[in-house]
């Protein structure tokens, strides 16, 4: 299959090892080498060439859709007009650069302060001041740059696509709605990057009326394209639930967790001489979590000599390949930290709950086989497991027994940490993970077209049963081609008023099935009557 990778071109906030960035790209290529990867530019206004504003009917029709599409976001109750708005401002926008041109101009930023200010929204919303109108205006110019991208239309871009995947955000996200009506390409959408809530990236105005309505597009625009997504990867249980709550079918969600481990990736040495908990936090973590502060000082009342040691949760490797350079080791916490996250530094691993839990620094410390201990929070108890320990969030006290209890026995530490290292090279091998994206891209494939129209018969290959072509007998009123009954996902059946073939009747109750399936039960007619006699039944006289 031919696979356009859809990614924002200015999304320089995702990491290279997240689904989009630069490593995790390059693994996909890697590991699906039968299939031919896309990359391709989505922004329709690159600098230099910015077009030229349209004028008469086609500045007309483009200026309503935009009225549309702004009242969808300031007003709710309009909240479900937005996609035939956008695809409305789509089907407007060709040539490329007219669009954008048209959107930065005077008349436009005007309609957009007009509309917003008419909104029913709270009062903070719609009231905007000219500040807020420029900066949502030039933000909302660069969210619908997908829609006037050359891509879309050019015969060897989005036509030639097998499949979309959205790994890039909303920008991406636009971009592959637009393929799949245009062109009924299906697309897949990776939610680690398309989370309901989040601006588009580089186009978030600072606090205030703006980001509001700009938070607004990115959540209708985020449940658009989980509803009509042919397949949602989700990185993890966690995530997919909360995927589902925004608008995803659960019948079209797969897990596809970040792989980490691949080839040798051994295991840390032996354990310290001196009881060490290893504290993985984020660098501005040391002051903002005082609960994890007072559990050390608890656990250090019965070791006086507990070490800490601090180091950041470096980002998992997506790409896999040989191991990296071991950072070197740093002192201890209060003295600058570790610079890179050295498991094996401590005798337990401490993963407190920060404000975006993810499932990759937690596989990174179980790979190393060291205990881990964390806050029950995100997707921790689906990758621990009973390979670890996981304690209610912000409870010192529970935080400082389970410590303390790993620290007096070196053979459930030793047990735990073998058991944990097992479970991350099962759930995040980069054959797992290869795997389940090779099977969510064929299933992509076969929910072929992606967007029917409305009353057009599907094309959908094998919707019907082999039966209704091998003898000739098809319902009546099918017409050759058709596809399943409209919004119920079955074969068409009879038409009411006409008569099913022979083989589909129910057999008579009484005469038995036809004669062309067997000799059935013979039923007595009764005693004969005479000709000519008209009394009723009950008068004859029976022989």
Same mark, same amino acid.
């Given at each position: 299959?031919?696979?356009?990778?859809?990614?924002?071109?200015?999304?320089? &906030?995702?990491?290279?090892?997240?689904?989009?960035?630069?490593?995790?790209?390059?693994?996909?290529?890697?590991?699906?080498?039968?299939?031919?990867?896309?990359? /391709?530019?989505?922004?329709?206004?690159?600098?230099?060439?910015?077009?030229?504003?349209?004028?008469?009917? *086609?500045?007309?029709?483009?200026?309503?859709?935009?009225?549309?599409?702004?009242?969808?976001?300031?007003?709710?109750?309009?909240?479900?007009?937005?996609?035939?708005?956008?695809?409305?401002?789509?089907?407007? @926008?060709?040539?490329?650069?007219? %669009?954008?041109?048209?959107?930065?101009?005077?008349?436009?930023?005007?309609?957009?302060?007009?509309?917003?200010?008419?909104?029913?929204?709270?009062?903070?919303?719609?009231?905007?001041? @000219?500040?807020?109108?420029?900066? @949502?205006?030039?933000?909302?110019?660069?969210?619908? *740059?997908?829609?006037?991208?050359?891509?879309? *239309?050019?015969?060897?871009?989005?036509?030639?696509?097998?499949?979309?995947? !959205?790994?890039?955000? &909303?920008?991406?996200?636009?971009?592959?709605? %637009? @393929?799949?009506?245009?062109?009924?390409?299906?697309?897949?959408?990776?939610?680690?990057?398309?989370?309901?809530?989040?601006?588009?990236?580089?186009?978030?105005?600072?606090?205030? /009326?703006?980001?509001?309505?700009?938070?607004?597009?990115?959540?209708?625009?985020?449940?658009? =394209?989980?509803?009509?997504?042919?397949?949602?990867?989700?990185?993890?249980?966690?995530?997919?639930?909360?995927? $589902?709550?925004?608008?995803?079918?659960?019948?079209?969600?797969?897990?596809?967790?970040?792989?980490?481990?691949?080839?040798?990736?051994?295991?840390?040495?032996?354990?310290?001489?001196? /009881?060490?908990?290893?504290?993985?936090? $984020?660098?501005?973590?040391?002051?903002?979590?005082?609960? !994890?502060?007072?559990?050390?000082?608890? !656990?250090?009342?019965?070791?006086?000599?507990?070490?800490?040691?601090?180091?950041?949760?470096?980002?998992?490797?997506?790409?896999?390949?040989?191991?990296?350079?071991?950072?070197? =080791?740093?002192?201890?916490?209060?003295?600058?930290?570790? /610079?890179?996250?050295?498991?094996?530094?401590?005798?337990?691993?401490?993963?407190?709950?920060?404000?975006?839990?993810?499932?990759?620094?937690?596989?990174?410390?179980?790979?190393?086989?060291?205990?881990?201990?964390?806050?029950?929070?995100?997707?921790?108890?689906?990758?621990?497991?009973?390979?670890?320990?996981?304690?209610?969030?912000?409870?010192?006290?529970?935080?400082?027994?389970?410590? &303390?209890?790993?620290?007096?026995?070196?053979?459930?530490?030793?047990? %735990?940490?073998?058991?944990?290292?097992?479970?991350?090279?099962?759930?995040?091998?980069?054959?797992?993970?290869?795997?389940?994206?090779?099977?969510?891209?064929?299933?992509?494939?076969?929910?072929?077209?992606?967007?029917?129209?409305?009353?057009?018969?599907?094309?959908?290959?094998?919707?019907?049963?082999?039966?209704?072509?091998?003898?000739?007998?098809?319902?009546?009123?099918?017409?050759?081609?058709?596809?399943?009954?409209?919004? &119920?996902?079955?074969?068409?059946?009879?038409?009411?008023?006409?008569?099913?073939?022979?083989?589909?009747?129910?057999?008579?109750?009484?005469?038995?099935?036809?004669?062309?399936?067997?000799?059935?039960?013979?039923?007595?007619?009764?005693?004969?009557?005479?000709?000519?006699?008209?009394?009723?039944?009950?008068?004859?006289?029976?022989?």
């Amino acid at each position: 299959m031919r696979i356009a990778l859809l990614t924002a071109s200015d999304d320089a &906030t995702a990491p290279r090892s997240a689904p989009g960035g630069a490593d995790w790209c390059a693994w996909a290529e890697r590991s699906l080498p039968g299939h031919a990867f896309l990359h /391709p530019v989505l922004d329709a206004a690159p600098a230099g060439r910015r077009g030229r504003a349209p004028r008469g009917r *086609r500045r007309a029709r483009l200026l309503r859709s935009y009225e549309a599409l702004v009242r969808a976001l300031a007003e709710p109750r309009e909240s479900a007009s937005l996609p035939a708005a956008l695809y409305a401002l789509a089907d407007a @926008a060709e040539p490329p650069g007219h %669009l954008p041109a048209l959107l930065r101009c005077e008349e436009a930023a005007r309609l957009l302060e007009r509309t917003w200010r008419s909104g029913s929204g709270p009062a903070s919303v719609r009231s905007p001041a @000219a500040r807020d109108v420029l900066a @949502a205006s030039d933000a909302l110019e660069r969210a619908l *740059r997908p829609l006037a991208a050359g891509w879309l *239309r050019d015969p060897a871009g989005a036509p030639s696509a097998d499949l979309c995947h !959205v790994t890039g955000g &909303t920008p991406a996200a636009l971009a592959a709605l %637009l @393929a799949g009506r245009l062109h009924g390409v299906p697309c897949a959408v990776s939610g680690h990057r398309l989370l309901p809530g989040e601006p588009p990236p580089g186009s978030a105005p600072g606090p205030g /009326p703006a980001r509001a309505l700009i938070l607004s597009f990115s959540r209708l625009l985020a449940r658009e =394209a989980l509803g009509r997504a042919a397949v949602v990867l989700a990185g993890s249980d966690h995530e997919r639930r909360w995927l $589902e709550r925004c608008g995803a079918d659960p019948a079209r969600t797969r897990v596809l967790r970040d792989p980490v481990a691949d080839g040798p990736h051994p295991a840390a040495g032996p354990e310290p001489p001196v /009881p060490t908990l290893l504290w993985l936090r $984020e660098p501005d973590a040391v002051a903002a979590d005082p609960a !994890v502060r007072e559990a050390v000082a608890l !656990v250090r009342g019965s070791f006086p000599a507990l070490r800490v040691r601090a180091c950041a949760p470096a980002p998992a490797p997506a790409a896999p390949g040989p191991a990296a350079s071991a950072p070197a =080791a740093g002192g201890p916490a209060g003295a600058g930290g570790v /610079p890179g996250p050295v498991h094996g530094a401590g005798s337990v691993v401490l993963l407190p709950a920060s404000d975006r839990p993810s499932a990759g620094p937690l596989a990174e410390a179980m790979l190393s086989g060291r205990v881990v201990v964390a806050e029950d929070v995100g997707p921790a108890r689906e990758v621990l497991g009973p390979a670890g320990v996981l304690v209610p969030p912000g409870d010192p006290q529970a935080l400082a027994d389970a410590c &303390t209890a790993l620290l007096r026995d070196p053979r459930r530490r030793a047990r %735990l940490g073998t058991a944990g290292r097992r479970r991350a090279l099962e759930l995040f091998s980069a054959e797992t993970a290869a795997g389940t994206l090779r099977r969510a891209y064929l299933d992509a494939a076969a929910r072929w077209p992606a967007f029917p129209d409305a009353g057009r018969p599907s094309a959908e290959p094998f919707a019907l049963p082999a039966e209704y072509r091998s003898a000739g007998q098809r319902p009546a009123g099918h017409r050759p081609g058709a596809g399943p009954a409209a919004g &119920t996902g079955r074969p068409p059946g009879p038409v009411r008023g006409t008569a099913r073939p022979a083989s589909a009747r129910e057999p008579d109750p009484v005469d038995g099935p036809d004669p062309v399936d067997g000799p059935g039960p013979v039923r007595d007619p009764g005693p004969a009557v005479p000709p000519g006699d008209t009394r009723p039944s009950r008068h004859r006289e029976v022989a």
